[in-house]
């Protein structure tokens, strides 16, 4: 499958849109750090051991302050997902049609993000996402999402 990320139909070479560039700030730059090699790393409350997003200096459930990153396993499923056939940013536009949706990671946290890797309107709720990288101008990579095979359990270990 080609990645709409990385080439079009619509565009030619050097013609790739320029995506606004997040910004960074004291509170999210462990999650930026992070990104520049490909981890994906998730606030922590250490009071009630609970993951947070997105990045705060306080605890949303017990409003505990020791917050700590730590890495996340990269994976989830689309818990809602729309596709945008018309982009509010002109910028965007070479981008179009592209899937906005929010996962669920496995660690319990909601992600909004862009699915890749497949045709936008392929991306359904429940698919299996996990993460891929798009690199920033700075050397930032920007976290997206790609389906994710998920195995059937072996059947040579099963008893019966």
């Given at each position: 499958m080609s990645d709409p990320t990385q080439s079009s139909d619509r565009r030619g070479p050097g013609d790739a849109?320029?995506?606004m560039e997040p910004p960074t700030t004291d509170?999210?730059?462990p999650f930026w750090a992070a990104t520049r090699e490909q981890r994906l790393e998730l606030p922590w409350c250490?009071?009630?051991e609970e993951?947070?997003?997105c990045p705060r200096e306080v605890c949303p459930g017990c409003l505990g302050t020791s917050i700590e990153w730590r890495p996340a396993a990269g994976?989830?499923?689309v818990y809602a997902v729309t596709v945008d056939h018309k982009?509010?940013?002109p910028g965007m536009a070479g981008w179009a049609?592209?899937?906005v949706a929010l996962v669920d990671l496995d660690e319990g946290v909601r992600f909004l993000t862009n699915v890749v890797g497949c045709p936008p309107d392929d991306v359904v709720v429940g698919m299996p996402v996990e993460v891929t990288w798009e690199a920033l101008p700075d050397g930032r990579q920007l976290p997206l999402f790609r389906?994710?095979?998920v195995r059937a359990p072996d059947a040579a270990g099963a008893r019966g």
């Open positions: 849109p320029q995506r509170v999210s730059a250490t009071k009630c993951p947070i997003w994976t989830g499923t982009p509010q940013n049609p592209y899937a389906p994710r095979e």
